[in-house]
T-cell receptor, first 116, second 111 residues
Framework: EAGVAQSPRYKIIEKRQSVAFWCNPISGHATLYWYQQILGQGPKLLIQFQNNGVVDDSQLPKDRFSAERLKGVDSTLKIQPAKLEDSAVYLCASSFVTSGGYYEQYFGPGTRLTVT | GEDVEQSLFLSVREGDSSVINCTYTDSSSTYLYWYKQEPGAGLQLLTY?????DMKQDQRLTVLLNKKDKHLSLRIADTQTGDSAIYFC???????????FGTGTQLKVEL
């Protein structure tokens, strides 16, 4: 089974520029998540999709961050304009509901963003 | 509010047992998880425990949960160099649908 795919793996931009990240979840996983992991910290949820609808975006800085999941499969996360504090690894995860009734999340390798 | 804390660093010798500790604050947590992150990689789910359990064993991994003290631990028996990584505990109140991660514990295994 193929895992969660993300691209690019690395990106360096200057502040005030725009950047977009792409995620392809595991086939059949209805739920997709974007996390931000700042160096030395645990991942923090930015946004969660169920199929193509947003379930939770309470921690997404909506003035500069946007995300979409058209057709309920691939997803893109965009930052415009970027700030220095956006330097982090952006992780995408997808999940399915187990027979036991809980969500098992699978993570992609992440995109490391450096804003200079 | 939700808060998950871990010690930052642990060093052990190869073959010894490692114990990584975690405390959480949300008493309504239903599932608690342990993830492993190797350099440049995403997070890999190691194991989880449901909140009505005290212990779960999975090969070299043993998870202990003290719900009264909101304390979770991960014991790795016969620790190997390949176990060197950052370990995150995470809690969920929604059956794994929304995870709150700790800060991570870096495990270093020395020969």
């Amino acid at each position: 089974e193929a895992g969660v795919a993300q691209s690019p793996r690395y990106k360096i931009i200057e502040k005030r520029q725009s950047v977009a990240f792409w995620c392809n979840p595991i086939s059949g996983h209805a739920t997709l998540y974007w996390y931000q992991q700042i160096l030395g910290q645990g991942p923090k949820l930015l946004i969660q999709f169920q199929n193509n609808g947003v379930v939770d975006d309470s921690q997404l800085p909506k003035d500069r961050f946007s995300a979409e999941r058209l057709k309920g499969v691939d997803s893109t996360l965009k930052i415009q304009p970027a700030k220095l504090e956006d330097s982090a690894v952006y992780l995408c995860a997808s999940s399915f509901v187990t027979s036991g009734g809980y969500y098992e999340q699978y993570f992609g390798p992440g995109t490391r963003l450096t804003v200079t | 509010g939700e808060d998950v804390e871990q010690s930052l660093f642990l060093s052990v010798r190869e073959g010894d047992s490692s114990v990584i500790n975690c405390t959480y604050t949300d008493s309504s947590s239903t599932y608690l998880y342990w993830y492993k992150q190797e350099p440049g990689a995403g997070l890999q789910l190691l194991t989880y425990i449901f909140s009505n359990m005290d212990m779960k064993q999975d090969q070299r991994l043993t998870v202990l949960l003290n719900k009264k003290d909101k304390h979770l631990s991960l014991r790795i028996a016969d620790t190997q160099t390949g176990d060197s990584a950052i370990y995150f505990c995470a809690e969920s109140t929604g059956g794994g649908n929304k995870l709150t991660f700790g800060t991570g514990t870096q495990l270093k295994v020395e020969l």
